[in-house]
């Protein structure tokens, strides 16, 4: 499970007024593990037979898997195809909850992707470094992470790029190498500057660090590019409290049980508001 590598980044510090409450549930760090997942696959904007084959997995993975192994068993294939074949089945894995099954299908695409192709090779790596995370194998992932990172760099491919930096900065942090994570960080943001959850991790990793004045300033760009998503809401919330804006935390953390009342967050939220008591 991803869970406990992102509820390191993500646990709550000391506060004066606020004790640390459990982090994130698994259900809710699961959606953030699947929205990573998926901008990951958005990358792939070719109209090919790959292309049918990843949208046809976001809705019917089973069958996605079917057509995967058909393809792969083709005698007709090459390398290529080979490699466009495993991608979409190790995606389809994936979103199965197959992530065992899915790194080693990752690896092998990118094994088979020609060497003259470092984009796909750096997405196929970067795909199989994201499932051993996922399955908690940390050193494992980082390994393949930067394999990929350096596919990326040959092919400057900012947007692969920027995501492998982020799930390199959850396995950087996961290890206790902060600095290293804040690095990697810094070029998510510069290659991925609207991507919301490099601003919210960076905000957390700044305010773990007790930079209160950086955690807001990232905080608050996050919150410009999700305002309505849950867990900028309640980190918002938790670096508020941090420098005595009390007012502004309860604020913060209202908000998020009012834009998602049923969600892992709200009920964190409302942990934090209990505890930290009316006005």
């Known amino acids: ?45 070719e109209t090919s037979r790959l292309a049918r084959c990843l949208a046809r997995s976001r809705t019917d993975p089973g069958g996605s898997v079917e057509e995967a ?8 294939i090459d390398a290529a195809g080979r490699g466009d074949a495993g991608q979409c089945l190790g995606v389809a894995q994936t979103q199965l909850g197959q992530r065992t ?30 499932a051993l995370l996922a399955e908690g194998d940390t050193q494992g992932a ?6 990929a990172q350096a596919d990326a760099d040959t092919a400057a491919d900012a947007t692969i790029q920027g995501q492998i930096a982020i799930d390199r900065a959850i396995a950087l942090a996961a290890l206790g ?25 960076s905000a957390t990793l700044a305010r773990r660090d007790g930079d209160l004045a950086q955690a807001q300033e990232r905080i608050q760009r996050a919150a410009m590019l999700a305002p309505r998503d849950p867990a900028v809401g309640l980190e918002a919330g938790v670096i508020a409290v941090l ?20 969600s892992g967050e709200a009920a964190t939220a409302q942990q934090y508001l209990d505890q930290l008591g009316s006005e």
């Open 142 to 147: 980082l390994a393949l992470l930067d394999q």
């Open 69 to 76: 192994e058909a393809w792969l068993a083709e005698s007709t």
């Open 243 to 262: 420098a005595g804006r009390d007012a502004a935390a309860r604020q913060s953390w209202q908000s998020v049980i009012q834009a998602a009342p049923e």
């Open 101 to 130: 099954d899915a790194a080693e299908t990752f690896l092998a695409a990118r094994d088979a992707t020609p060497a003259d192709d470092a984009r796909a090779r750096a997405l196929r790596g970067a795909l199989a470094g994201g």
């Open 1 to 45: 499970m991803i869970s406990p590598f992102l509820a390191l980044l993500l646990q709550v510090g000391p506060a004066p007024t606020v004790e640390p409450v459990s982090p994130l549930p698994p259900e809710m760090l699961e959606q953030r593990e699947r929205a990573r997942r998926g901008a990951y696959v958005e990358v792939e904007t």
């Open 177 to 201: 190498r902060a600095p290293e994570a804040a690095t990697a960080l810094d070029t998510a943001r510069a290659t991925l500057p609207d991507n919301a959850q490099a601003w919210l991790l």
